[in-house]
């Protein structure tokens, strides 16, 4: 059995139903959730000492599942203020709670940064959250990242990084909503295809859209070093610095 095979078999037990729509409608997604482990879980065990690990965004639980599994020395506050998937997530880790290796924060990303030591975490992880944000809020959100990490610390962030090449960027938009009509129709779910439309223009919107160069400009002059942009799919890719 492959890794990946692995990895589905392992959420599908754990988050069923959620994860398996997910795999359905955003494979790409679920792909993301697995690399921010891997890539987490590998810089855990190269330090060799317990890990505070802080999630942004970490909705029904499936990235941080990956990032629980991927290594034994870390810790998660997982932050996320949408109390509906939270509370999934709530449910299917409880067991991760009872353990002591997962605490849960309701406040939104910058409020729950905000309250944070300077230099007291190890790793800051995401998934599909940070394009989300309105592009001042996110540059706040960016600047409280590097003050929270300890020096050396590692962001990892998964997520729809928007090409720089505006027709490049289009094509790959077309293709993905082909493939939401595609699968959605099939199942005959045309409200979540309506749901995935209408949080596409929200993406796609001038005040949200999260342009490759532009925001790694903005990491730069944060202070972020060593940022890398790496495993692109289409407009998915997986971004690393160090602070």
């Known amino acids: 059995m492959t890794d990946e095979n692995r990895f589905d078999a392992m959420f599908s037990s754990v988050m069923g139903q959620e994860y398996q729509m997910l795999n359905l409608i955003c494979p790409f997604a679920t792909e993301m959730s697995r690399?921010?482990?891997?890539?987490?879980?590998?810089?855990?065990?190269?330090q060799g000492t317990p890990q505070a690990v802080v999630e942004l965004g970490g909705g029904t639980g499936i990235t941080t599942l990956a990032i629980l599994t991927a290594a034994d020395n870390l810790n998660i506050l997982s932050v996320d203020?949408?109390?509906?998937?939270?509370?999934?997530?709530?449910?299917?880790?409880?067991?991760?709670?009872?353990?002591?290796r997962l605490r849960f924060s309701g406040e939104d990303a910058l409020t729950a940064l905000q309250g944070l030591a300077s230099n007291s975490v190890d790793i800051l992880a995401s998934?599909?959250?940070?394009?989300?944000?309105?592009?001042d809020y996110r540059r706040q959100v960016l600047g409280e990242i590097y003050r929270v990490l300890k020096p050396g610390g590692k962001f990892v962030n998964g997520d729809r990084y928007a090409l720089d090449d505006i027709s490049?960027?289009?094509?790959?938009?077309?293709?993905?909503?082909?493939?939401y009509f595609k699968v959605l129709t099939e199942i005959n779910r045309l409200d979540l295809l309506e749901h995935w439309i209408v949080h596409l223009f929200n993406d796609e919107s001038e005040t949200h859209v999260m342009r490759e160069s532009v925001v790694l400009a903005q990491m730069a002059d944060v202070?972020?070093?060593?940022?890398?942009?790496?495993?692109?799919?289409?407009?998915?890719?997986?971004v690393t610095a160090l602070k």
Request: charged residues 20%; negative net charge; glycine residues 8%.
């Open 35 to 46: 690399l921010v482990g891997e890539i987490v879980g590998n810089y855990c065990e190269e």
């Open 81 to 100: 203020n949408e109390p509906t998937m939270q509370n999934q997530a709530k449910q299917s880790l409880r067991d991760w709670v009872a353990a002591g």
């Open 127 to 135: 998934a599909y959250t940070l394009h989300n944000f309105h592009s």
């Open 168 to 179: 490049a960027h289009t094509r790959s938009i077309q293709r993905e909503v082909g493939g």
């Open 223 to 238: 202070g972020f070093r060593d940022i890398e942009l790496q495993q692109r799919m289409e407009v998915n890719a997986l």
